[in-house]
Nanobody, 121 residues
């Protein structure tokens, strides 16, 4: 099995910064780790994509956070990061890490447990 463990959430004032980390562990060496990314779910809203990054480092960022958030990854550590700057109250949400893995021709999607980000105005 593979586990995704997130860290770095918390409470911050508007305009502040946080850095989220997500490390894949377990039987990860048996898989090919493809895209990794971050989603978020504000209270009483649907989960939405924030940012993704391929194993080759190609990143995609949602328009709502473009220019403020940066996604990166360390393939040697199977870890993905989300640097969040100029945070706004509307960024408050539970942030979930996602990883797309392949074992042969089979695709597997894993999720972290979520980490709370609260931005105070």
């Amino acid at each position: 099995q593979v586990q995704l463990v997130e860290s770095g959430g918390g409470l911050v004032q508007a305009g502040g910064s946080l850095r989220l980390s997500c490390a894949a562990s377990g039987s990860i060496s048996s898989f090919s780790v493809d895209a990794m990314g971050w989603y978020r779910q504000p209270p009483e809203k649907q989960r939405e994509l924030v940012a993704t990054i391929t194993s080759g480092g190609v990143a995609g960022i949602a328009d709502s956070v473009n220019g403020r958030f940066t996604i990166s990854r360390d393939n040697t550590k199977n870890t993905v990061y989300l640097q969040m700057d100029s945070l706004k109250p509307e960024d408050s949400a539970v942030y979930y890490c996602h990883a797309q893995l392949h074992y042969g021709l089979r695709e597997y999607n894993y999720w972290g447990q979520g980490t709370q980000v609260t931005v105070a105005s």
